[in-house]
């Protein structure tokens, strides 16, 4: 079947090269709306987004994270970690991190379906996006509650990752084979 949602999920790809140019603030702000409009356990709508557009914040982000990283055991996201250049954000403009109500239901479930939607929104206004799970490193790290203040996180959520977002720079196309066997019916 075909129609203007199912082409969105289909051509949706993580952009890892975004223009320095910001985006729209009403484009900001539909993908905002659309991950306010995720379902949630219980209704809880446990989540918290926090809008960075600070280079120098976003510097620091990347920079400290990688620190964190460099003492990893998995070798790929130490050669990330240890590579001068590599910048975790794609060096995209805007960043949203997203945080849960930790008393909530199941607010690390609820948070990636607003973390999706925001991707598939993303995309449906051809704005770039990658799911940004490395700054998690530094959240759960010792540093954790440092930027948790230094980021305004409310008292009561937990920070667990970012959506990068910007214009593409490098357009992905070729989606990842997809893995066979994974549905089974029971009729
Ligand atoms: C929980 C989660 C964390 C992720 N963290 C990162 C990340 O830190 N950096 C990155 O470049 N991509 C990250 N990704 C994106 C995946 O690498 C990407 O979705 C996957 O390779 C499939 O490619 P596609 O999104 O283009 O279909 C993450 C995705 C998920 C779901």
Redesign the pocket.
Known sequence: MKNQTLEVIRS???T?KFKPEQIKEEELQAILEAGLYSPSAHNDQPWNFTVIQNPKLMDELNKESKEIAKNFEDEMIKKMANNEKFN?F?KAPTIVVVSGREDAMMPETDC?AA??NM?IAAESLDVGG???????FLFKSAKGDEYKEKLNIPKGYKPY?AVSLGYKEVR?TN??QRRENTIQYIR
């Open positions: 949706r790809r993580t890892r975790i794609y990636a973390a999706e991707l990658c799911w940004n799970g490395f700054v998690g990752y992905a989606a990842p």
